[in-house]
């Protein structure tokens, strides 16, 4: 008999298919507590676990005595309980190699969307407002040659640096837990301190994990040591930032814009006060979000998962210890 998983997130056709091939598949639409009554039987009986954007908690993990492996479509994996996880020995997969180019067009794309103020004078044109030539109202800053810092020198921190460095010719700043020589070699990449790199970067982008050490690591104190003509970008996690004090940031001109791919709370509310600020750009944490690298992780999260329950595991594993 196949193995019995949940999905919890819609898969393309051929995928879907592919996961059938190993599998018997129940999709459900969340995780809920209301899913988890209605299809108590199937989680009760289910080894694999695939989908994205839900918490896997502890009280999860107790509806799912026979869970022997779960598979994200993301990178990220803050929404699992990897504790509980380590101790009931399930497997922990995830996409880390898919979505890194993709990110890091998508972070290049809130730098210069700020710095020229595309969205926001792309809507004045709609509005009619382009009547005459325009003047220093419509004026953005210059990206090439300015100086950036990236906090977080992952994957998506090296593919940021190649096109600061290379597209833009940009001096790179970079602040991580290790040195990086690879960065430093090929794109010319200055290691520093936090706080040196706040003071001097032209714009600060985030691209960290969330974890207990990176919570609200960028809060008031860390805008006030920003020069006030930054651009402060994050595309990693919301809550890697204190939003209410980036918010009085914003407000009181202690930097000068923002670019933001995730928030505290996602959906971010429609009445967030970011959502009035005409120096904010803010995306609907589309980081992975084209048509191929989406594509590309699911078919990733769907061979991750084969892989684990099948016992032949070689990559993409958060929690590799836990093997048996
Ligand atoms: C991830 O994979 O963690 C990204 O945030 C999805 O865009």
């Known amino acids: ?38 299809y108590a039987d199937a989680f009760a009986s289910a080894e694999g676990l695939l989908g994205s954007s839900e918490k896997v908690d502890a009280a999860l993990l107790k509806k799912m005595p026979k869970l022997r492996a779960t598979s994200t479509i993301s990178v990220g994996y803050d929404n699992f309980d990897v504790d509980a996880l380590n101790v009931r020995k399930i497997l922990l997969m995830h996409t880390p190699f898919a979505l890194t180019e993709t990110v890091a067009d998508t972070l290049m794309a809130l730098v210069l969307s700020t710095a020229r103020r595309v969205v926001e004078v792309a809507e004045r044109v709609k509005a009619g407002e382009w009547n005459k030539s325009i003047g220093p109202d419509w004026f953005g800053v210059d990206v090439h040659g300015k100086t950036l810092g990236i906090v977080g020198m992952g994957r998506i921190g090296m593919a940021l640096a190649q096109r600061a460095h290379f597209g833009f010719n940009m001096p ?71 939003e209410k004090a980036l918010i009085d940031a914003l407000q009181n001109g202690a930097i000068h814009a923002a670019g933001l791919d995730v928030f505290e709370q996602e959906p971010l509310p429609v009445d967030s006060p970011l959502l009035t600020l005409p120096n904010v750009v803010a995306l609907p944490h589309i980081g992975s979000a084209t048509h191929e ?26 929690n590799p210890q836990v093997r048996q």
Not at 186 to 194: H, V
Not at 207 to 234: C, Q, R, V, W, Y
Not at 299 to 310: H, K, M, P, S
């Open 1 to 38: 008999m196949k193995p019995s998983v949940i999905l919890y997130k819609a898969l393309p056709d051929d995928l879907r298919k592919r996961l059938e091939e190993h599998f018997t598949v129940t999709q459900v639409e969340n995780l809920s507590p209301d899913t988890l009554a209605q």
């Open 172 to 242: 790179v700043l970079y602040n991580a837990r290790h040195h990086h020589p690879e960065a430093e070699e090929r794109f010319n990449a200055r290691y520093c301190e936090l706080n040196t790199l706040l003071q001097e970067a032209d714009y600060v982008c985030l691209i960290l994990p969330l974890t207990d050490e990176t919570h609200h690591l960028i809060g008031k104190s860390a805008f006030k040591k920003m020069k006030k003509s930054a651009i402060f970008i994050n595309a990693g996690r919301g809550p890697v930032v204190d």
């Open 293 to 318: 690298t989406r594509y590309n992780m699911a078919a990733t999260a769907v061979d991750n998962l084969i892989a684990a329950l099948e016992g032949r595991v070689e990559k993409n594993c958060v």
